[in-house]
T-cell receptor
Framework: GQNIDQPTEMTATEGAIVQINCTYQ??????LFWYQQHAGEAPTFLSY????GLEEKGRFSSFLSRSKGYSYLLLKELQMKDSASYLC?????????????FGAGTRLFVKA | GAVVSQHPSRVICKSGTSVKIECRSL??????MFWYRQFPKKSLMLMAT?????????EQGVEKDKFLINHASLTLSTLTVTSAHPEDSSFYIC??????????????FGPGTRLTVT
């Protein structure tokens, strides 16, 4: 089956760095996404990795190791507005086409 | 960027009635749209994949007769919750995939529809 694991909650301090891990066991892997979702809103795209390595985009970076089935999202210089859920999602290719499977999300609390 | 809209944003209905939710891709054509359901503090659960001009593909455990999906055009997909019950109360989110485009931004999400069944 397809499985994605990430921590349920994390707390970090404003200005600090936090790393949110995601491990996955899937078949037909075709890329990994990170989304940010504020309560009551739809997810917004943060990053996409399909090859191993680190992708950096401003305060956010995402890492992928396909051999280990592992990714992380790194948030630097945390701001209060970064308090949200962070969803790890894996795109897989099935007989019915591409699908994106979401993890349960990690709720990040940023404190002053 | 690509924009996806949903209507209505919020709806309250009585038990036993049906509710239709529209999902539109405003500035691009989407051969494929996805419908998700999200419970409070939970992640998105894929309900079905909607393909323009053909029947939707439902995920295991999702009742196709209860959640009717129509994708009549390249810019519109609808989800109808039939004979709604309180347990159908949820946040429904659609997303759309661009046509013939290999992009990092595979899916664009709509703002979601909050359904409350009383």
């Amino acid at each position: 089956g397809q499985n994605i694991d990430q921590p349920t909650e994390m707390t970090a301090t404003e200005g600090a760095i936090v790393q949110i891990n995601c491990t996955y066991q899937t078949s037909g892997f075709n890329g990994l996404f990170w989304y940010q979702q504020h309560a009551g809103e739809a997810p917004t795209f943060l990053s996409y990795n399909v090859l191993d390595g680190l992708e950096e985009k401003g305060r956010f970076s995402s890492f992928l190791s396909r051999s280990k089935g592992y990714s992380y999202l790194l948030l630097k210089e945390l701001q209060m507005k970064d308090s949200a859920s962070y969803l790890c999602a894996v795109r897989v290719l099935t007989t019915g086409g591409f699908k994106t499977i979401f993890g349960a999300g990690t709720r990040l609390f940023v404190k002053a | 960027g690509a924009v996806v809209s949903q209507h209505p944003s919020r709806v309250i209905c009585k038990s036993g009635t049906s509710v239709k939710i529209e999902c539109r891709s405003l500035d691009f054509q989407a051969t494929t749209m996805f419908w998700y359901r999200q419970f409070p503090k939970k992640s998105l659960m894929l309900m079905a994949t909607s393909n323009e001009g053909s029947k939707a593909t439902y995920e295991q455990g999702v009742e196709k007769d209860k959640f009717l999906i129509n994708h009549a055009s390249l810019t519109l997909s609808t989800l109808t919750v039939t004979s709604a019950h309180p347990e159908d109360s949820s946040f429904y989110i659609c997303s759309a995939r661009l046509v013939d485009r290999d992009t990092l931004y595979e899916q664009y999400f709509g703002p979601g529809t909050r359904l409350t069944v009383t």
